[in-house]
């Protein structure tokens, strides 16, 4: 019964990203040349992430690489972890310059602050737009109704929200579905096992955040069904790069 209903999920998804694709192909891409896009790749530090924080270090630097044609990008790292730790660094241009962060971070036991990030977001790019937000987490232990009206506050200043999530547990799953919509973002679950399909994905969201819907659209278009997932999530009412 599993293996029908993706089945039939696949076959669906695939309809609507050519559909998606068809709209975003004739919708040109807003970007100054000289306006570097802005991620703010946010992840759950917490002691069951480990093998993934590992993972996301080593294959991070593909973002970087992507946007090279694109205008560039300038990524901060936000995480959480232990007991209400929160930190973020500095905005970075250059995978080099981000590496040393994520290799000092040593995860720890705590509970999610999703909602934490969420804000946070909401205050950076009060201060300057960010073009995309990724969030990188497995599980959550917060109010889901005060994690969706963050989100909702996000969506309403255009701060579209990829999350990814790792494995399968149900409540995570419904509230990241949840902010992926009310904020035109994008939902993907992962298997922490598929190094090389996170690294896809997160190429995806880096040069979605650099060159906007068309940029997304013709990176995507060569690529794995759950990249193409990726465009077909993003509304085409949001996310164009501002001048």
Known sequence: ???????????????????????????????????RGRLLFAMDA???????????????????AQTATLGGLDVQLAYYRGFSEFRATPWISTSADLIPYMTRVRCLGGHTQVER?????ARETAQRRINALVFIGDCLEEEVDSVCAAAGE???????????????????????QQIAKLTQGAYCRFDASSAAQLK??????AVFAA???????????????MVRRIAHQVSPKEGTRAE
């Open 200 to 205: 896809d994905l997160l190429a995806a969201v």
């Open 117 to 121: 990030v969420l804000r946070y977001a």
């Open 1 to 35: 019964m599993g293996r029908k209903k993706r089945d039939i999920a696949t076959s669906a998804a695939g309809k609507d990203v050519d559909d998606f694709l068809a709209r975003v192909a004739s919708t040109p891409s807003v970007r100054a040349a000289d306006v």
């Open 211 to 225: 060159g906007g819907r068309k940029a997304l659209a013709d990176f995507s278009r060569d690529k794995t069904q």
């Open 154 to 176: 996000l969506g309403m200043l255009g701060v579209p929200c990829f999350m990814f999530h790792e494995g399968f547990e149900p409540t995570a799953a419904n509230a990241f």
């Open 46 to 64: 917490t002691a069951s992430r480990e093998p993934s924080w590992d993972n996301a270090c080593q294959i991070q630097g593909d973002m970087f």
